[in-house]
T-cell receptor, first 110, second 117 residues
Framework: GIQVEQSPPDLILQEGANSTLRCNFS?????LQWFHQNPWGQLINLFY???GTKQNGRLSATTVATERYSLLYISSSQTTDSGVYFC????????????FGKGTTLSVSS | GAVVSQHPSWVICKSGTSVKIECRSL??????MFWYRQFPKQSLMLMAT?????????EQGVEKDKFLINHASLTLSTLTVTSAHPEDSSFYIC?????????????FGPGTRLTVT
């Protein structure tokens, strides 16, 4: 089956620092999404980005589908950015479930 | 944006009893919904794919007789944990895709935390 690898597994930052999270996947995909899981467990949709680049405030993401990786950039990090960031992809078929990476745990201290 | 709700948000039950979890798409229709399970400090693992009007498809290692899934309408899927045991304690999350949307973006419910005593 498709493999999804995220790095780094853990990241500790001071408030104001920038960071890059990486997601590698082993096959072509229809869908790639980045999520932030908050302390209550809710998955917050950050980006739906099967290819290309998107930006939303201090966050941006780039997916290079031909090279099978995606990057999530967090600039000027804040303590509220702390939590687990997941990358998830689907199989290259319509209507299939997302396969999740193991996540990157981000801790931002003030 | 698309909203998915789950009910209840948390539940405590005694070993041997059954628990039903509801997943609803509030502002869109979904022919397919997905059920995941997440153990502490771990990632989400797909349990089953719920198809409206037909039987669910279960992932390898997931007992279909223990985790009963019913997708009765285009906005509601239910997961029933039958004869629950402490090892079934976990965080259960559902997701759905808008069947009319052009892309494949999925939306997740807030999750249900199940504790079996």
């Amino acid at each position: 089956g498709i493999q999804v690898e995220q790095s780094p597994p853990d990241l500790i930052l001071q408030e104001g620092a920038n960071s890059t999270l990486r997601c590698n996947f082993s096959d072509s995909v229809n869908n790639l999404q980045w999520f932030h899981q908050n302390p209550w467990g809710q998955l917050i949709n950050l980006f739906y980005i099967p290819s290309g680049t998107k930006q939303n405030g201090r966050l941006s993401a780039t997916t290079v589908a031909t090279e099978r990786y995606s990057l999530l950039y967090i600039s000027s990090s804040q303590t509220t950015d702390s939590g687990v960031y997941f990358c998830a992809v689907d199989l290259n078929q319509a209507g299939t479930a997302l396969i999740f990476g193991k996540g990157t745990t981000l801790s931002v201290s003030s | 944006g698309a909203v998915v709700s789950q009910h209840p948000s948390w539940v405590i039950c005694k070993s041997g009893t059954s628990v039903k979890i509801e997943c609803r798409s509030l502002d869109f229709q979904a022919t397919t919904m997905f059920w995941y399970r997440q153990f502490p400090k771990q990632s989400l693992m797909l349990m089953a794919t719920s198809n409206e009007g037909s039987k669910a498809t279960y992932e390898q290692g997931v007992e279909k007789d223990k985790f009963l899934i019913n997708h009765a309408s285009l906005t509601l899927s239910t997961l029933t944990v039958t004869s629950a045991h402490p090892e079934d304690s976990s965080f259960y999350i559902c997701s759905a895709r808008d069947r009319l949307a052009a892309g494949y973006e999925q939306y997740f419910g807030p999750g249900t935390r199940l504790t079996v005593t």
